[in-house]
């Protein structure tokens, strides 16, 4: 069956400290992998994907298939980095998405 | 760049009663769209996607139905809401080779 999984609903660090958001996947072809972020009032929007290897804001996620996890690292969380974050899988040719259920990430000065 | 408005924000509606939710896409044409619903302490769950005019695909058994009567107008609905249809719809629009473009939401409780 097509998974993510966030195992953290809450993540808490303070500034300048290394953050790491955990993603777990299960799936049985080649999967797209995703991270989608939700600033306070404002909409979902796709933060990176694994394919394009970029680094947004300072975050990256590197795909590793052995463990099947989409992790996404900081090495020094801002406080506007504060938001909630989905992983999501990319399910198949219809091109539905699959998310996690999301870990709000707080930064405190 | 794809635009989606999608309305209300907010809505508070009787248990029984009808809905209709709205999502229009602006910036593309032919989109492949999307409703989500966020459950409280759950996930986004894929609830409908439409590949075209008229083309409807239901991802899990439910009290909703969606219509999409325009290219770029999709809309969800009830004839009778129940109590578990409280949550956050989300409208999308696209696909997996240009990502995916997200509505700002729509609130519903159900009293």
């Known amino acids: 069956a097509q998974r993510v999984t966030q195992p953290e609903k809450l993540l808490s660090v303070f500034k300048g400290a290394p953050v790491e958001l955990k993603c777990n996947y299960s799936?049985?072809?080649?999967?797209?992998l995703f991270w989608y972020v939700q600033y306070s009032r404002q909409r979902l929007q796709l933060l990176l994907r694994?394919?394009s290897r970029e680094s947004i804001k300072g975050f990256t996620a590197d795909l590793n298939k052995g463990e099947t996890s989409f992790h996404l690292k900081k090495p020094f969380a801002q406080e506007e980095d504060s938001a909630m974050y989905y992983c999501?899988?990319?399910?198949?040719?219809?091109?539905?998405?699959?998310f996690g259920k999301g870990t709000k990430l707080s930064v405190k000065p | 760049s794809q635009t989606i408005h999608q309305w209300p924000a907010t809505l508070v509606q009787p248990v029984g009663s009808p809905l209709s939710l709205e999502c229009t896409v602006e910036?593309?044409?032919?989109?492949?769209l999307y409703w989500y619903r966020q459950a409280a302490g759950r996930g986004l769950q894929l609830l409908f996607y439409?590949?075209?005019?008229?083309?409807i695909s239901s991802e899990v058994p439910q009290n909703l139905s969606a219509s999409r009567p325009q290219d770029r107008q999709f809309i969800l609905s009830s004839k009778k809401l129940l109590l578990s249809d409280s949550g956050f719809y989300l409208c999308?629009?696209?696909?997996?080779?240009?990502?995916?473009?997200f509505g700002s939401g729509t609130r519903l409780t159900v009293v």
């Open positions: 999501a899988l990319d399910g198949g040719s219809q091109g539905n998405l699959i």
């Open positions: 999308a629009s696209g696909g997996p080779n240009y990502g995916y473009t």
């Open positions: 694994h394919i």
């Open positions: 910036g593309t044409s032919n989109p492949n």
């Open positions: 439409s590949v075209g005019i008229g083309q």
């Open positions: 799936y049985s072809g080649s999967p797209e």
